[in-house]
């Protein structure tokens, strides 16, 4: 016999019962709907007597009832649906709500099987009686939680579901999860600013042709779970009795007076002895009721059920989408036509665009008292625009455009979990979207979404051009330094008065100059000044002499300065080859390596931005190191924008360099001629267009930018705002400077014929110098006027088909009148000059 009491104990369950139990059991919840009873809870078991459990029990309890079934589905399988269910969902955070601890006893698998390093689940409480829209602030417009499971009363939906559309106007980037298994009867179509997706799980549909049989109208007075498990429990019980009368198993025996007993051996005693039989047979019987399946394991649990998974669609009605297999834990969608209402996008849709000034791409000019919007991210959005609207349903959709004050793509605010410039006007809600050079990161990925690359990039250096060094003609003259040309004039002067004087004094450099006369009356002395600069002149240049000392002090002298000679020339040569190396290769920095060597150049970014936070997260010991370096700096090396960086690498005249994004950088080398990229990329990102969490314009706006960038329209448009007519800077580029392949220039090298111009014209007058005092002499030892011994030298001396000359001129004429007494004297003493520096120089003994 079994035993389901109602308020009064006097609910008779069955035809085939002839007899109400006595009073063995107390009600735990006699909530009656539907004509029903809700549930009930037998206190102390009945021998052997059958208890038919309708509502949800607690698992350590109802484990101890050994003759209890549960028609309700354990709360670890529906617990395990709904873990299955955000793992489909793919969600990365949600809230929990909840209004008792229950929930987490209902709900335990859905705590247990979160991921470990997902971020944790944010569990707050809801007062039923009490406000609850301070806490739906906090997490929408604190914690940004858009993803959220409620576990609370059916009666309580519509309540929450207000308060949250009066403290959050964007619902439709949220998504909830209702746990109540009655959730898909709630009316929410009045609630007309809901626009969140509302997904729900339920064991019994509305519609069942039972409840028709019944009389029972659906659409008026809505069956409720309790209901239909009442009515599986009344039915299953009923087909229990028949298959036992059928098999004659039951010849029916009042059961024991009383189901109390003192011990275990008592209690067998007195126990119903139909009872072990109807167990038995309620645990084989199965059949298909209002809730599924009808099956129950050893335990007497519901197995083998299926829920109903449905969809809260535009018209804020739950439609059946799909079910979920108790066997399988898992979900089979059957109707993809029911999109999430938070992408549904209604004709008179206006999307927000937010946009920060900043060229290439926005600015806003005021034209003829006009206010004009420009720049690529405007084109690009506009273009966007045009795509989605030339799709089937978006005709109608609209966008504005909005100038934010915000001088950053986002970055989190400290000590808040809010986020400011463009992040910020997309998490406050002001925009659907924002576009500009916002760079993709994992920080930014986590607050909002963004939609496919419009454009690929890379952090880079950014220099200007060091301004061009003027020509030096004499170039050749580099290889030493000031100080050692000078010493080495010095030594030069030094050791030919030394040799002259070693030459002098030693024996061995006087020579017999009759070789044929074994007793001359002289010897003679061929090293004068003249001679002894000419031989160390002639090693210096590596080309020797004609004459040589004899003497062994002489010869130690000269083999001492061919020795310094040669070091010195080959010191010249080697630093000659490599001043004329270092000439043609850029002494500019190339690379980030050679930035990090170097103290003389300074180098920054921008504060808070994706390269500042590059540098700052990186494990790489370069980057590490310049970034100790940047963060050390005094003054500071880092800027509020890129523009303020280019500037000061425009004013440090090569002495900074900024780290930037490298499209950024191709902008500025358009407009200024100065700048330049130096080295390859750091990285590689993307810049993206922000969008919120869950936003409907995602897939439209992802089709836009790959349709754009297959017919070439990405690159057209970045062409168009970033090539320039108007360029500043040293823009002229010389031809010579164009044609250098690294070949030694005239402009380097013209010193060296000057040298030879200035010393050939020097040669020249003193050839003239020369010549005419040889033409003195001849006029006086000859006794004739100075004009006739220079003409007779010159017709002599420079005919190239003579090549010999008489000795003394002929006389053309006869002696010029003897010079005054006065002049006599004058032209001694001149003549007696020039004999002493000829006697010291000795210009007629060059050998």
């Not at 029990?57 to 028609?71: C, L, N, R, V, W």
């Not at 949250?164 to 439709?172: E, G, H, L, R, Y």
Request: glycine share 4%.
């Amino acid at each position: 016999m079994t035993c389901i009491w109602n308020r009064n104990n006097t609910l008779q369950v069955s035809d085939a019962v002839d007899e109400l139990c006595p009073d063995r059991a107390v009600l735990a919840e006699d909530e009656v709907i539907s004509g029903y009873t809700a549930n009930f809870r037998v206190e102390a078991p009945c021998a052997r007597i059958s208890h038919l459990s309708v509502a949800w029990e607690i698992p350590d309890t109802s484990d101890q009832d050994e003759f209890s079934f549960f028609y309700h589905p354990p709360s670890e399988l529906i617990s395990k649906a709904y873990a299955t269910l955000i793992k489909e969902l793919e969600w990365d955070r949600f809230t929990f709500f909840y209004e008792d601890d229950g929930s987490f006893i209902r709900l335990q698998e859905v705590i247990n099987s979160w991921p470990y390093n997902n971020e944790r689940i944010q569990f707050e409480k809801l007062e039923p009686d009490g406000d609850n829209r301070k806490t739906f602030k906090n997490v929408f417009g604190v914690l940004r939680i858009s993803y959220h499971l409620i576990d609370c009363d059916v009666n309580n939906i519509q309540k929450y579901m207000k308060e949250i559309v009066s403290v959050n106007n964007s619902t439709q980037y949220q998504s909830f999860i209702l746990t109540a298994l009655d959730s898909y009867l709630i009316k929410l179509d009045d609630i007309s600013q809901l626009r969140a997706n509302v997904s729900t799980l339920h064991l019994t549909k509305s519609n069942e042709p039972i409840w028709r049989d019944f009389g029972i109208d659906t659409a008026e007075m809505p069956v409720l779970i309790e209901t239909a498990l009442t009515a599986d429990a009344l039915n299953h019980f009923e087909k229990a009795i028949r298959t036992m009368r059928q098999e004659n198993m039951m010849e029916y025996v009042d059961p024991p007076e009383i189901c109390f007993a003192e011990n275990k051996a008592a209690y067998k005693e007195k126990a119903w002895i139909h009872g072990e039989a109807l167990k038995e047979v309620l645990l084989q019987t199965t059949f298909r009721g209002t809730t599924g399946n009808i099956t129950f394991d050893e335990n007497g649990k519901r197995t083998n059920f299926t829920l109903y998974y449905s969809k809260l669609d535009k018209e804020s009605q739950f439609v059946h989408v799909g079910t979920w297999d108790s066997k399988t834990d898992s979900f089979l969608t059957i109707n993809n036509a029911v999109t999430d209402r938070s992408k549904a996008i209604t004709s008179d849709s206006v999307v927000r665009v937010a946009m920060k000034v900043g060229m290439p791409y926005f600015d806003v000019e005021e034209a003829n008292g006009t206010i004009v919007q420009k720049g690529y991210a405007v084109d690009l959005i506009d273009a966007i625009f045009k795509h989605i609207r030339q799709q089937k349903g978006y005709g109608d959709i609209k966008h504005e455009i909005y100038k934010t004050n915000a001088n950053s793509a986002g970055n989190p605010i400290a000590g808040t979990k809010k986020w400011d410039g463009l992040i910020g006007e997309v998490l406050e809600l002001n925009a659907e979207m924002a576009i500009s050079d916002i760079t993709i990161t994992s920080e930014r990925s986590a607050v909002v979404e963004f939609s496919m690359p419009f454009m690929s990039l890379g952090i880079s250096m950014l220099v200007r051009e060091r301004d061009p060094q003027q020509p030096d003609m004499f170039s050749f003259i580099k290889p030493l330094a000031l100080d050692v040309w000078l010493y080495l004039a010095t030594a030069y002067i030094i050791v030919s008065f030394v040799l002259l004087i070693c030459a002098r004094m030693s024996q061995g450099d006087w020579v017999n100059p009759h070789p044929c006369n074994q007793h001359p009356e002289n010897l003679q002395n061929i090293w004068s000044l003249y001679n002894c600069m000419w031989l160390t002149v002639g090693a210096i240049m590596t080309q020797g002499c004609d004459i040589l000392p004899r003497a062994a002090g002489s010869r130690w002298v000269t083999g001492m300065w061919w020795f310094f000679a040669l070091i010195v020339t080959a010191s010249y040569t080697a630093n000659m080859s490599t001043f004329l190396s270092n000439s043609r290769r850029d002494n500019e920095i190339k690379d980030v390596k050679e930035l990090s060597e170097q103290n003389e150049v300074s180098y920054g970014v921008l504060i808070n931005g994706s390269t500042y936070n590059f540098f700052e997260n990186s494990n790489d010991s370069v980057y590490q190191k310049i970034w100790t370096v940047m963060k050390s700096a005094k003054p500071t090396v880092f800027t509020n924008n890129n523009d303020e960086g280019r500037d000061r690498v425009v004013r440090s005249k090569g002495n900074y360099v900024f780290f930037m994004e490298s499209t950024a950088i191709e902008y500025y080398m358009q407009r200024n001629c100065d700048l330049k990229m130096v080295g390859s990329k750091l990285d590689s990102k993307d810049y993206g267009i922000a969008l919120h969490k869950n936003s409907p314009y995602k897939r439209l706006v992802d089709n836009a930018i790959l349709a754009l960038q297959e017919t070439g329209d990405l690159l057209s448009l970045k062409k168009k705002w970033w090539e320039s007519d108007i360029k500043e800077g040293n823009c002229e580029k010389s031809t010579n400077e164009a044609e250098d392949n690294g070949s030694l220039q005239m402009k380097n090298t013209s010193g060296i014929f000057l040298v030879l111009g200035f010393g050939g014209i020097l040669g020249f007058f003193v050839a003239i110098i020369d010549f005419l005092l040889h033409a003195r002499q001849i006029s006086v030892k000859e006794k004739v006027t100075f004009k006739e011994a220079l003409l007779s030298e010159w017709r002599a001396s420079l005919d190239p088909r003579v090549l010999h000359k008489p000795a003394a001129p002929p006389r053309s004429a006869p002696p010029s009148v003897s010079p005054s007494p006065r002049r006599e004297r004058s032209q001694s003493r001149a003549v007696s000059v020039l004999r002493a520096a000829t006697s010291f120089i000795n210009f007629d003994e060059i050998y």
